[in-house]
């Protein structure tokens, strides 16, 4: 099936510092969003954008929506243990809910 | 508790056998939605239900899958004559719609091994 172009693959970074994830797409989204995985567990979601060139904050995570509709990014700043998991974006395709996945990244955080 | 919520948690099923998989959506959300979940990817689509209509169904649900939403509330996944390369991560999504498309609210899931 078809899935988003998400990069980096993995990230393991110190404690305190800023992260910065993006995901890309051949097609046109009407919405983007993020969600966080933990082992085991389903995704939840984080942020949700719905215009071109939209930024949108959640406490330490901002996202913002390509001019192009083709591409998201998340940063998390100030990162703490919690903030391990894997990320996703997604993209909402036309008028249907169907939504179109990332392929994740994976972030680790050392104290 | 107002999550989805997804029974079992946990299934290991020879190859050949039926195995069905239960869904309860948060109960004021109309739509509910099936994906599948391999090892290192992400989430892929399978099939939406509103209310007690099933709208769209993936190319990746195959004969063998059949979902079914009885009254517009919980749902079941069915998986018959089960094969190794089933083996994966069922997650059911329920959400509301309002205009605006909130995105998904997702259960725990259920992790199906086939051996």
Request: with cysteine; proline share 4%; hydrophobic share 30%.
């Amino acid at each position: 099936g078809q899935q988003l172009n998400q990069s980096p693959q993995s990230m393991f970074i110190q404690e305190g510092e800023d992260v910065s994830m993006n995901c890309t797409s051949s097609s046109i989204f009407n919405t983007w969003l993020w969600y966080k995985q933990d082992p085991g567990e389903g995704p939840v979601l984080l942020i949700a954008l719905y215009k071109a060139g939209e930024l949108t904050s959640n406490g330490r995570l901002t996202a913002q929506f390509g001019i192009t509709r083709k591409d998201s990014f998340l940063n998390i700043s100030a990162s703490i243990p919690s903030d391990v998991g894997i990320y996703f974006c997604a993209g909402q395709l036309g008028n249907t809910d169907k939504l179109i996945f990332g392929t994740g990244t994976r972030l680790q955080v050392f104290p | 508790d107002t999550g989805v919520s997804q029974d079992p948690r946990h299934k290991i099923t020879k190859r050949g056998q039926n195995v069905t998989f239960r869904c309860d959506p948060i109960s004021e959300h109309n739509r509910l939605y099936w994906y599948r979940q391999t090892l290192g990817q992400g989430p892929e689509f399978l099939t939406y239900f509103q209310n007690e209509a099933q709208l769209e169904k993936s190319r990746l649900l195959s004969d063998r899958f059949s979902a079914e939403r009885p009254k517009g509330s919980f749902s079941t996944l069915e998986i018959q004559r089960t094969e190794q390369g089933d083996s994966a991560m069922y997650l059911c999504a329920s959400s509301i719609v309002l205009g605006l498309f909130y995105g998904y609210t997702f259960g725990s899931g259920t992790r199906l091994t086939v051996v």
